[in-house]
């Protein structure tokens, strides 16, 4: 056989007479037109099915994550589908919804918070799992680094380094009398005992006393408002809980009505009524794991994916919100501060 000439004879059929040169022309255009088309158009280009994303726990603030896979081209219903499950932030309920998606299945499942990437972990060590705003992926056994996650889980974290010891300070700075402060926190998140057990070994470098206000339910929120109104703290610290982030207006108003200081880890709160906040944009948390999932669906395995750190912490605070508290920050803090709500 000729090297420029390929024959193939089964039968009666035959693959005609082609250059060596002209098949890989062939293959090359069409990797090159796979390249830069979303998973989704490639899918009904191929006549298979739009791409699924399974979402456990569907709140307003999955609005940036879908509006980021409109941008990169993908259509509801066309090129992608949203298959949602409800949990409510319930153990026993995030279980069942992560172990459903799963099973169904679908080509990626998106989580927020670590009590629902934990979930997701267990529930499949196949199906691509992206996490969205986790507080410590690897102390919470998530991933085994940031670099090379491992596994079939990527995502990205809402701390980062000395996040907490930072927090303090600012607390600190804004309140220099402040000696005792509380942290509203979830014992079902991993993430959220590191933050506690961090603020533990803080607390005495700013000489300032701790108090722990667990709550795992809605109705744990009663105590927490039962002990906070018997023994109000200085400040208030509150975690990103999945949970206690869909209550957290609630939270709000139970501080502005008993003149509690309260330092928040995302700008939204504040604005909100919310004192101040320390933290990345949450926003983008969730526009960077639809990026995450665009490449999932480009092929992308997880585990080639780094744990996106944030590089870039805001402090937000709220000025009608300090007069309704009777405080009045220095000149000093406020030059600190990358936005002041009037």
């Not at 996490?131 to 491992?150: E, H, K, N, T, Y």
Request: charged share 20%; hydrophobic share 45%; with cysteine.
């Amino acid at each position: 056989m000729r090297n420029s000439v390929l024959h193939y004879k089964p039968g009666c059929l035959e693959w005609g007479a082609m250059k060596r040169r002209d098949f890989i022309a062939l293959v090359s255009g069409v990797v090159a037109g796979a390249i830069g088309t979303p998973f989704g158009v490639q899918a009904q280009q191929d006549r298979r099915r739009p791409a699924h994303v399974g979402i456990v726990d569907n709140t307003p603030a999955w609005d940036p994550f879908r509006q980021q896979l409109r941008e990169l081209g993908y259509v509801e219903g066309e090129n992608i589908v949203f298959d949602y499950q409800k949990a409510d932030g319930v153990p026993d309920r995030l279980e069942a919804a992560a172990t459903a998606l799963a099973k169904m299945p679908v080509d990626v499942i998106v989580v927020f918070g670590t009590p629902a990437a934990l979930a997701a972990k267990r529930a499949t060590a196949t199906v691509p799992i992206v996490a969205v705003s986790i507080g410590d992926p690897i102390g919470s056994g998530l991933v085994s680094g940031f670099a090379r996650p491992g596994g079939n889980i990527t995502g990205n974290t809402i701390l980062g380094p000395d996040v907490v010891t930072k927090r303090l300070q600012i607390i600190k700075d804004a309140l220099p009398s402040a000696s005792r402060i509380a942290l509203l926190w979830n014992p079902d998140n991993a993430s959220n005992a590191a933050i506690l057990e961090q603020l533990r070994q803080a607390v005495p470098l700013f000489h300032m006393a701790l108090v722990s206000l667990p709550a795992r339910t809605v109705d744990d929120f009663k105590q927490v408002y039962a002990q906070l109104a018997a023994a109000p703290p200085d400040a208030l610290l509150a975690t990103n809980d999945p949970l206690h982030h869909d209550h957290m207006a609630e939270v709000i108003d139970f501080l502005l009505k008993h003149r509690i200081a309260g330092m928040f880890q995302i700008r939204q709160n504040v604005v909100d009524g919310g004192l101040m906040s320390y933290g990345a944009n949450f926003a983008d948390l969730f526009r960077q794991g639809a990026r995450y999932v665009d490449k999932i669906l480009r092929g992308t395995k997880p585990q080639d994916l780094p744990f996106e750190q944030p590089t870039k912490f805001d402090l937000t605070v709220n000025l009608k919100t300090a007069k309704a508290l009777g405080i009045t920050f220095s000149a000093g803090f406020l030059a600190l501060a990358d936005e002041v709500i009037q």
